[in-house]
Nanobody
């Protein structure tokens, strides 16, 4: 089981990015997939989660700006991020868990973390 995150980069405040989370070794449509981020010196925090039945959950700080989606044919989950802020600079990760854990957006029940992709928001 492996996740590969991609799509990060250096952007200016207010810009958009779309992150991708590609899975290999298992079929992600049967799992909840969460996006998390970790800034230097801070704990990993939940950003968004999509359940196996496509229910979505978001951290309050990103509601209305971020959208999580999945393409089961490509075995990939996406995170569309709009109106990015400097404080959202972090390494972004995806991971899998059962649907029960999706709404809480807590990292601990999630497994099979990838290497992450760096998002830097700076002018």
């Amino acid at each position: 089981v492996q996740f590969v995150e991609s799509g990060g980069g250096l952007v200016q405040p207010g810009d958009s990015l779309r992150l991708s989370c590609a899975a290999s070794g298992f079929t992600l449509e049967h799992f909840a997939i969460g996006w998390f981020r970790q800034a230097p010196g801070k704990e990993r925090a939940g950003v968004a989660c999509i359940s196996s039945i496509d229910k979505t959950y978001y951290a309050d700080s990103v509601k209305g700006r971020f959208t999580i989606s999945r393409d089961n044919a490509k075995n990939t989950v996406y995170l569309q991020m709009n109106s990015l802020k400097p404080e959202e600079t972090a390494r972004y990760y995806c991971a899998a868990a059962g649907d029960y854990y999706c709404s809480a957006l807590a990292p601990q029940p999630f497994n099979d973390w990838g290497q992450g992709t760096q998002v830097t928001v700076s002018s």
